[in-house]
């Protein structure tokens, strides 16, 4: 069936890296974008960015410029969220969405903790 | 970047009363306004898509109208499971932004 899985909770130390993929399945990989939304514990809704699966195009919010990368592989239909120079602040749920204009479709949510 | 307010923050409803959420985009957006519904410890799970189309599989009580800036979503007669928290999200431009949501809770 169409469907998102991503990858594990993270433990991470201030300053370090984490990386998130979001396998999907059941559709065209290349036909859609994916966007990558985070929620920290208790707040709403934070858009991070977007990735064209056809071509790579990235738009990332402004806020994450510079350390956030959006790669794809189309080999395996998996999309990568990185994020460097972690902050406490950056403790979340980080959930990718299938992008169609709207988001149609999620992965589970991936919980990042960020701390010492 | 477009802000997106909604209204009220929070709700207290009873099951079978009708029920609106109000959006307002700090600029226009035409209809690319989507909402979504998510319940504690889940994914966001969209509703309608483009103002007022609703996805397949939903529930018709729900419905999306506005265009511009002003947009609202109902529930025409709520049902227990609809008891969650609702955003709205602008795919006009970048920062694709949501609303702040609005928790709406067992009266």
């Known amino acids: 069936q169409v469907q998102l899985v991503q990858s594990g909770a993270e433990v991470k130390r201030p300053g370090a890296s984490v990386k998130v993929s979001c396998k999907t399945s059941g559709y065209t990989f290349t036909s859609f974008g994916v966007s990558w939304v985070r929620q920290a514990p208790g707040h709403g809704l934070e858009w991070m960015g977007w990735?064209?699966?056809?071509?790579?195009?990235?738009d990332y919010a402004q806020k994450f410029q510079g350390r956030v990368i959006m790669t794809t592989d189309t080999s395996t239909s998996t999309a990568y969220m990185e994020l460097r120079s972690l902050r406490s602040d950056d403790t979340a749920v980080y959930y990718c969405a299938r992008d169609g204009g709207s988001l149609g479709l999620w992965g589970q949510g991936t919980l990042v903790t960020v701390s010492s | 970047d477009i802000q997106m307010t909604q209204s009220p923050s929070s709700l207290s409803a009873s099951v079978g009363d009708r029920v609106t959420i109000t959006c307002r985009a700090s600029?226009?957006?035409?209809?690319?306004l989507n909402w979504y519904q998510q319940k504690p410890g889940k994914a966001p799970k969209l509703l309608i898509y483009a103002a007022s189309s609703l996805v397949g599989g939903v529930p018709s009580r729900f419905s999306g109208s506005g265009s511009g800036t002003d947009f609202t979503l109902t529930i025409s007669s709520l049902q227990p499971e609809d008891f969650a928290t609702y955003y709205c999200h602008q795919s006009y431009s970048s920062p694709r932004t949501f609303g702040q949501g609005t928790k709406l809770e067992v009266k």
């Open positions: 600029q226009s957006i035409n209809n690319f």
């Open positions: 990735i064209s699966a056809y071509n790579g195009n990235t």
